[in-house]
């Protein structure tokens, strides 16, 4: 039996004859911990290299794929507060659904706000193939440590506005995500294939509202014209800061999570709707909005970015709302979520 050194100050002694034997068990250990840390590390290269050639390749990660630690928190960043934009974005179109101006036009709505809910669920699926769950994002979300989209803290104040959020914010929304379709992460790309589809439907109903009150009455067309004149910026935010401040984009494009920069998605954006708004009948609230021969694309002025800073750090006109009301329905539903985890669980054991 081994002493400890401590208890000796005489090797000899304490050791006996098992020195040679010890100092062959540390060697052989030694060498196997130096050999296994070896075979790690050519494992990582190997799968460092193999994530670096498939993204040079333009093909997909996959969730069993080996990832670096930070493409997989910047996916659970992105994705996750794009989840939880789609959920809290069904308040402010909700908020007409029991005014909506005809038996037709609440169906529409209802059907609108009901995708946006699908298209949070298929994210949050998305989100969980990275390892988190769904209950931890919206504890993150509700605990104020995790964003939503900027453009859901503006107040939606008369029905034209349900026209000018599908026309310009879900118009913003398929320019920044028809790109994220070829996203480098596949769950998240084969997600963005069907938000997509709807979206453009959500933006041609938009289109559509705003289109009939602009060919109604003169208060129809200036209600129109008002709501157009009060989304026109924040939909122009809802981008993000201009590419140089941007934190994330390089990295982010590096990795193919995005395509765009911030500045080249809204530049694609302005030019679209310029058309857009002529066929309308409506004008876009900026004076300085012309055709700029040299660059091929609309000069515009830009969205006050530090009102965008404001707004994604909680003082936005609705933000407050917004959020009281998202965990007054996530205390209301606990019960339903009780009963559902109930039921698969009699489930399982009945299987
Ligand atoms: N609002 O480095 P950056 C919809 C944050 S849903 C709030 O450029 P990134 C719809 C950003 O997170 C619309 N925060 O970031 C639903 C970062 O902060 P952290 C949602 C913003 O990620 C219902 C910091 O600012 N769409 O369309 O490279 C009805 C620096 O920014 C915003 C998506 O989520 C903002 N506007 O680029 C109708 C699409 N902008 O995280 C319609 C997916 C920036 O470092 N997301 N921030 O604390 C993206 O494409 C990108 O995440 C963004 C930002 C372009 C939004």
């Known amino acids: 039996m ?39 590390t050519e494992a990582a290269h190997g799968e460092a290299a193999y994530f670096d050639a498939v993204i040079k390749a333009d093909q997909k990660i996959e969730p069993r794929d080996w990832m670096p630690d930070s493409y997989r928190k910047t996916l659970i960043r992105q994705i996750a507060q794009h989840a939880h934009s ?17 038996l037709k036009r609440k169906a529409i709505l209802l059907a609108k706000v009901q995708d946006e809910a699908g298209h949070g669920l298929y994210l949050y699926a998305a989100a969980e193939t990275l390892g ?17 989209s900027s453009i859901f803290n503006y107040p939606t104040l008369t029905w034209a506005d349900v026209g000018a959020i599908g026309w ?38 938009g289109f559509e509202i705003l289109h009939t009150l602009s060919h109604g009455t003169e208060a129809q067309r200036a ?32 990795w193919k999570i995005k395509r765009f920069s911030n500045d080249e998605l809204r530049q694609r954006f302005v030019d679209m709707c310029v058309q857009q708004a002529g066929v309308l009948g409506l ?8 055709w700029n021969e040299e660059r091929q694309a609309y000069d515009y002025t830009q969205p006050d970015y530090d009102e965008l800073m404001r707004v994604i750090k909680g003082d936005g006109p609705c933000n407050r709302q917004r959020m009281a009301h998202r965990r007054r329905s996530h205390d209301e539903g606990a019960w339903v979520r009780e009963a559902a985890a109930a039921y698969a669980k009699k489930r399982a054991a009945d299987a």
């Open 132 to 148: 988190v769950s769904r209950d931890e994002l919206v504890e993150l979300l509700l605990a104020g440590r995790q964003k939503y």
């Open 283 to 290: 004008t876009l609230p900026d004076p300085d909005l012309r």
């Open 223 to 254: 209600m129109a014209q008002g709501a157009v004149d009060r989304w026109w910026y924040p939909s122009l935010a809802m981008f993000g800061p201009p590419d140089a401040d941007s934190t994330h984009s390089a990295q982010s494009m590096a």
């Open 86 to 102: 789609e959920i809290i974005g069904m308040q402010p179109e909700g908020n007409w659904i029991s005014r909506a101006p005809t």
């Open 2 to 40: 081994l002493a400890k050194p401590s208890e000796s100050c005489n090797t000899v002694e304490v050791y006996g004859n098992d020195i040679p034997g010890l100092l062959g068990e540390v060697e052989a250990a030694e060498t196997a911990l130096r050999e296994a840390a070896a075979r790690d």
């Open 168 to 205: 310009l914010v879900d118009g913003a929304a398929i320019v920044n995500q028809v790109p994220l379709c070829r996203c480098s992460y596949g769950p998240y790309a084969r997600a963005m294939i069907r938000i997509c589809k709807e979206e453009s439907f959500h933006q041609r109903q």
